[in-house]
């Protein structure tokens, strides 16, 4: 499971790479790559495109994004491949950055920093949180396609909205905000190791058992947990180290806020329902022997029964009208489809890869002459100065990118010597990334044809069994239709 956060950088920018890039943090600077630049010059880069941004919003210089995996989850190498891609994603091959992969901490984590303008259109990166659910939803995507897992979506869990009883006893609805559970918090009370998910419980308790609220908070201190008495009560659990914070309030949630613990302590709200949860101490170890007993019983209930039954016949319902809609009724018609969506997704997935390079390669080759010919009087009047190492000392960062930029383009130039016009590479590359979004739309309505399918198959193994897979079809019955 990998975990994402984005910052912005407002400053120190060169101190921020310089982190990122620590030898003794990237396995000597093996776990390093970048894109647009290179990592030793990328601050003064970034500077050359931000100075040429039209829109000047804001004053962030870059972002900083971080993609944390699990501990003994995946390797530094395959670690680094998937920031890569995921950097490419929230980049679109418009923004130079440096990735480095970290392995100095108990976790792999991986560090992006990008520039906050584009070097194509040098307008700036918005960031808001429609970008950074396009990131998570991104690295999830990467996640299953490394066969990691993955953090459930807030939407998911549950959090969009909240009830609770205002003070004239009503029941209202409002959205969730400071004290809704973040996606690493929820995963976890998953795990079992989520500190705050102690807490919840064992305040639950102690209102059961206290008669005021000075008793409860006499309760809690006597049984080790440590309780900061100011204007809004804050709690640590037995033997939390130094480090961990005091915690309370809406950070909890609305019912363990001071006036709604004293409230249920004197019996005038009812106290929230519990979720049904794995029992487990405070070290996070769960009663095995317990949970598979709550299983069995639970599975033996005839509510149980009749869930199942229910649930396998609207599977079986659902998979008949597809295969009858679809005129997919014999089994080497099914097969067929599925061999044909699996090619087609295949080809279109390499298809758009080699596009997406060429877009790429072609806005780091626009990138590359629009400095050259920026820079070539800065060099023009380098080779011209009486003085040039003051000369060079004064302009050392135009110079630097004025080399960087003619070494790239030598590969690109004619046999005349003459670059291309850049004018002319810009309108091919709009034409070039028109298409790398038209053949993306395609591609995700094959990958959903793929997700179908591969459901169907799954459903239809549920039901009859995996067996009919092994059956070879007839010789020619190979037609297929249409989804």
């Given at each position: 499971?990998?975990?994402?956060?984005?910052?912005?950088?407002?400053?120190?920018?060169?101190?921020?790479?310089?982190?990122?890039?620590?030898?003794?943090?990237?396995?000597?600077?093996?776990?390093?790559?970048?894109?647009?630049?290179?990592?030793?010059?990328?601050?003064?880069?970034?500077?050359?495109?931000?100075?040429?941004?039209?829109?000047?919003?804001?004053?962030?210089?870059?972002?900083?994004?971080?993609?944390?995996?699990?501990?003994?989850?995946?390797?530094?190498?395959?670690?680094?491949?998937?920031?890569?891609?995921?950097?490419?994603?929230?980049?679109?091959?418009?923004?130079?950055?440096?990735?480095?992969?970290?392995?100095?901490?108990?976790?792999?984590?991986?560090?992006?920093?990008?520039?906050?303008?584009?070097?194509?259109?040098?307008?700036?990166?918005?960031?808001?949180?429609?970008?950074?659910?396009?990131?998570?939803?991104?690295n999830d995507r990467l996640c299953k396609e490394y066969e990691l897992s993955t953090i459930i979506p807030r939407k998911a869990q549950g959090f969009g909205q909240?009830?609770?009883?205002?003070?004239?006893?009503?029941?209202?609805?409002?959205?969730?905000?400071?004290?809704?559970?973040?996606?690493?918090?929820?995963?976890?009370e998953l795990r079992g190791v989520s500190w705050k998910a102690q807490l919840r419980e064992s305040i639950d308790r102690y209102i059961s058992l206290s008669s005021d609220f000075d008793d409860f908070l006499r309760r809690m201190e006597d049984d080790g947990f440590t309780v900061k008495r100011a204007k809004y009560h804050s709690y640590k659990l037995p033997n939390a180290d130094e480090k961990t914070r005091f915690t309370g309030g809406p950070s909890l949630g609305p019912e363990y806020t001071d006036e709604r613990i004293m409230e249920r302590i004197a019996g005038l709200v009812k106290a929230p329902r519990p979720k049904k949860q794995f029992q487990q101490s405070y070290d996070g170890s769960i009663n095995l022997i317990t949970r598979i007993e709550e299983c069995v019983k639970a599975q033996e209930s005839e509510w149980y029964a009749n869930k199942v039954l229910v649930?396998?016949?609207?599977?079986?319902?659902?998979?008949?009208?597809?295969?009858?809609?679809?005129?997919?009724?014999?089994?080497?018609?099914?097969?067929?489809?599925?061999?044909?969506?699996a090619t087609a997704d295949d080809q279109a997935r390499e298809a758009l890869i080699q596009l997406e390079s060429r877009v790429n390669d072609m806005g780091l080759l626009i990138k590359n002459i629009e400095t050259y010919q920026r820079l070539k009087p800065v060099h023009d009047r380098y080779q011209q100065a009486?003085?040039?190492?003051?000369?060079?000392?004064?302009?050392?960062?135009?110079?630097?990118?004025?080399?960087?930029?003619?070494?790239?383009?030598?590969?690109?130039?004619?046999?005349?010597?003459?670059?291309?016009?850049?004018?002319?590479?810009?309108?091919?590359?709009?034409?070039?990334?028109?298409?790398?979004?038209?053949?993306?739309?395609?591609?995700?309505k094959i990958k959903n044809k793929v997700k179908q399918l591969s459901t169907l198959r799954k459903n239809i193994d549920t039901i009859i069994g995996s067996s009919w897979q092994d059956i070879e079809p007839e010789k020619g019955k190979n037609q297929t239709v249409d989804l």
């Open positions: 499971m990998a975990y994402t956060e984005i910052h912005p950088i407002k400053s120190t920018l060169g101190k921020a790479l310089a982190y990122i890039c620590n030898p003794e943090k990237t396995d000597e600077k093996i776990l390093i790559s970048s894109f647009g630049c290179a990592h030793e010059t990328a601050d003064i880069e970034f500077e050359f495109t931000l100075a040429q941004t039209k829109m000047r919003k804001g004053d962030n210089l870059a972002h900083h994004l971080i993609q944390a995996f699990d501990p003994g989850e995946t390797t530094p190498e395959q670690a680094h491949e998937i920031g890569k891609k995921l950097a490419d994603i929230a980049t679109g091959g418009k923004y130079e950055y440096v990735l480095t992969t970290h392995i100095d901490k108990g976790h792999i984590h991986n560090h992006v920093i990008f520039c906050a303008a584009n070097f194509i259109d040098r307008t700036k990166y918005v960031s808001n949180i429609k970008s950074l659910y396009q990131i998570r939803n991104a909240i009830e609770y009883t205002n003070e004239s006893g009503q029941r209202v609805t409002r959205t969730a905000e400071k004290w809704a559970k973040s996606r690493g918090e929820y995963n976890a649930k396998n016949l609207k599977i079986a319902a659902n998979t008949t009208n597809y295969l009858t809609e679809n005129n997919l009724i014999l089994d080497w018609q099914l097969k067929g489809k599925i061999d044909e969506v009486d003085n040039k190492d003051a000369f060079r000392r004064q302009h050392e960062s135009e110079l630097i990118l004025f080399e960087a930029a003619r070494n790239a383009l030598r590969a690109a130039q004619g046999e005349d010597g003459k670059l291309p016009n850049p004018n002319t590479l810009r309108a091919e590359y709009a034409a070039l990334d028109k298409e790398k979004n038209t053949l993306k739309a395609e591609h995700a």
